[in-house]
């Protein structure tokens, strides 16, 4: 397994240095038990809405990918972007498959915890040109670009 | 029709050449089958009973003749000479080698067509009216939507692995013939007290081994507003929709679950969040797409042709023909037809490589350039000079595609069950044969009138059996195929589900059956009632018995 990170569409692979890391439901029970705590985990069933707390005390949020078929972690990437302002790491764990980091690039995850090959992963994120809905990153969807022309020419 | 611009294109392509780099590393031995399946099942790609299937995305069931005729190229050339359209508008190729699969979809792309998304727990293909654009019945043409939800559904980064697959389907016309009701997400565009035209949205219908009519969460939604809607409710089905049991993943557990109220308030507070973010299009997109949709140019014609009225004096056949597959067209001078592919004694749906490109000719040369294919597993020509029926029908017939039973008891719907079907307990098939040959007399079906026989091979419901007048499930029992009736059901305006009529007949038993059911209804018919009026009026009770005395 390593790390990678995303910078400017790319991903590098990162040096991982230990995460001091809590659950949001420890973190909850004790918050000064947990003051170093660097990375907060939140599962995939967790409602945002109910989190209540300060997100950007923690340099890194954790979100799960426990199979290939659970996308629940995708919306709340957006969310944690979109919604809940959050600019810090947003890291993948789990099952986080090369034909998957496009999408969750998309959604805001900016760091990967993979198995495969860096190469193949690079070579994933580039696979598409465009993208048709807007989403957590900063690509303009195709109907941007439409405008964007017409109004060029 | 929706043409490709180059974003379009390069994306479709984009497509493609990842998918042949999924096929390369699993005939490499990089990916293993089942490190492949989730790769493979986002491309409509199945492994079925005997071989790979593809099914073929055709977007709100909308093709131009090139495309058909592809269609049937493509049939020839990588399958066994035929293809099977389903009741998602959509084809599907049963023989095609993994081998040849990205070839095959190059061939598409070159037509503007792909499989995306044809599987997979994703938006599928968005269906629609097939007489879209060509009724008088819409209060707008529902197809600029459809490819509006097309575009912004395609590749969505959120919403690709939801947890199970999700089915938009839109209709503009009181007649309901996309089934919006059983649908997880049905529009009904109609024209409020207000003179606004907007959406009604309807969600948790579905049909399966829980099926359901859909509840309206929301009366009317201004039309700019669809995609931020249909984000809204795309994410409260994401993050709360049940992934610990897959038969009770669909949305229309969640909303029954939560309760429609409830439900709806959720999705109008996620709503409320995200309605002006960016997600709609602008006016200058939604004037875009709307303007490949424009009507055809039409010529002014007199409503009333006289080589038609000559033919339809003369010809006995054609006259039927007329009856039964045609349907008034909102321009004069013009009608829509359709085309049977419920032949008796044929398979539902299928359709081979010649009938294709002769189908592909005869739009091409008579209806301005347009096919649908229908949700019913049917094709229809939506415009065509009412001085050229007879054209039509004698090119049809020479294709043997000029079969009259639209609507009729041997114009039936049936999944490929047990023949093709990993996933089936029962042959459709057959079933469907043996009904149609049964009742091959086509003066005693057009007699009989409307009457809907839909067969599923298993729970799954494919074959939409909830739904018809008559269902029909396939079930196996110590490993003999069985069959259980369902009377009543309907998918259309007046939608409702089916009720079991009682034990499960042994296939030998299932048509007689379908005949003593007939027989009810002809005994008690008033007037023009059809057989569900009959059934609903007098209940399932004269039905049951005839079912089962002495049996």
Redesign the interface.
């Known amino acids: 397994m390593k790390l990678l990170k995303l910078s400017r569409g790319r991903l590098f692979p990162a040096l991982e240095e230990p995460l001091a890391e809590v659950s949001l439901e420890d973190w909850r029970d004790n918050p000064q038990e947990h003051a170093d705590a660097t990375a907060l985990k939140i599962s995939n069933d967790t ?1 945002l809405a109910d989190v209540k707390c300060d997100l950007a005390g923690f340099s890194t949020i954790i979100l799960e990918f426990p199979a ?5 972690a ?3 990437a ?1 969310l944690l972007r ?2 809940y302002g959050y600019t810090g790491e947003i890291r993948a764990r789990g099952d986080v ?1 090369r ?2 980091l ?3 690039a ?2 805001g995850v900016d760091a990967f915890e993979f198995t495969g090959d860096v190469d193949g992963a690079n ?1 994933a994120m580039s ?9 957590a990153d900063d690509l303009a969807p ?2 941007r ?3 964007d022309r ?1 109004a060029a020419a | 029709m929706y043409r490709y611009d180059e974003f379009d294109a390069t994306l479709v392509a984009e497509r493609v050449s990842q998918f042949r780099g999924q096929v390369e590393r699993r005939l490499a031995g990089d990916l293993t089958e089942d490190q492949f399946k989730p790769l493979r099942l986002m491309n409509g790609l199945y492994l079925q009973l005997h071989a790979y299937m593809l099914r073929v995305a055709v977007p709100y069931g909308a093709m131009s003749s090139k495309q058909m005729r592809r269609l049937g190229e493509v049939a020839r050339k990588y399958d066994r000479g035929y293809g099977h359209f389903t009741t998602r508008q959509n084809i599907q190729y049963n023989w095609p080698a993994l081998v040849d699969v990205p070839d095959l979809l190059d061939d598409l792309a070159d037509v503007e067509m792909h499989a995306i998304q044809t599987s997979g727990n994703c938006i599928r293909n968005v269906t629609s009216d097939q007489y879209a654009g060509a009724t008088a019945e819409e209060v707008e043409d529902p197809r600029p939507y459809c490819e509006m939800i097309r575009q912004w559904s395609t590749f969505h980064p959120e919403f690709s692995f939801l947890p199970r697959k999700f089915k938009i389907a839109i209709t503009a016309a009181e007649h309901d013939r996309a089934a919006v009701k059983v649908h997880d997400i049905g529009l009904r565009l109609y024209k409020n007290d207000e003179g606004e035209i907007g959406f009604e949205v309807i969600v948790g219908g579905g049909l399966g081994r829980t099926p359901y009519v859909g509840h309206t969460i929301r009366k009317f939604l201004p039309k700019k507003y669809l995609l931020s809607y249909l984000e809204a409710i795309l994410r409260v089905y994401n993050l709360e929709g049940r992934r610990d049991n897959m038969y009770k993943a669909r949305i229309k557990i969640l909303v029954n679950a939560e309760g429609i109220e409830k439900f709806a308030e959720m999705v109008e507070a996620e709503w409320a969040q995200i309605k002006d973010s960016g997600i709609d299009l602008p006016r200058e997109e939604m004037e875009r797409i709307n303007a490949y949709f424009a009507p055809p140019a039409f010529e002014k014609l007199p409503d009333q042709s006289e080589a038609l009225e000559e033919k339809r004096a003369s010809d006995k056949d054609f006259a039927r023909w007329l009856r039964l597959n045609t349907v008034g067209h909102k321009t004069p001078g013009y009608a829509i037809v359709n085309i049977s592919l419920k032949p008796i004694g044929g398979v539902p749906g299928d359709i081979s490589d010649v009938q294709m490109e002769a189908v592909a000719d005869i739009a091409q040369a008579y209806s301005l350039d347009e096919v649908r294919a229908t949700h019913e597993q049917n094709l229809v020509l939506p415009h065509v000079k009412k001085d050229d029926l007879y054209a039509v029908y004698s090119d049809l017939e020479k294709a043997d595609l000029a079969t009259a039973n639209i609507g009729l008891v041997s114009d039936i719907i049936a999944c490929p069950g047990l023949d093709y079907c990993s996933l089936a307990n029962a042959r459709s098939i057959p079933i469907a044969q043996r009904i149609s040959e049964r009742f091959a007399d086509i003066d005693a079906q057009e007699e009989l009138g409307e009457l809907k026989i839909k067969i599923s091979g298993c729970i799954n419901a494919c074959g939409h059996h909830h739904v018809g007048h008559i269902g029909i499930l396939g079930v196996d029992k110590k490993g003999e195929e069985f069959y259980q009736v369902t009377l009543g059901g309907s998918g259309a305006e007046d939608a409702s589900l089916g009720e079991i009529a009682g034990r499960g007949l042994s296939s030998e038993q299932v048509v007689d059956a379908v005949e003593k059911l007939v027989g009810v209804y002809r005994e008690h018919r008033q007037d023009k009632e059809r057989f569900l009026d009959t059934y609903r009026r007098l209940g399932a009770e004269p039905f049951k018995e005839a079912l089962y005395e002495a049996a």
Do not use: T
């Open positions: 409602s290939f078929k659970d996308g629940r995708y919306s709340q957006r979109e919604r498959l034909d998957q496009l999408f969750m998309r959604c070579a696979e598409f040109s465009f993208a048709y809905q807007p989403a195709v109907w670009k439409r405008l017409a």
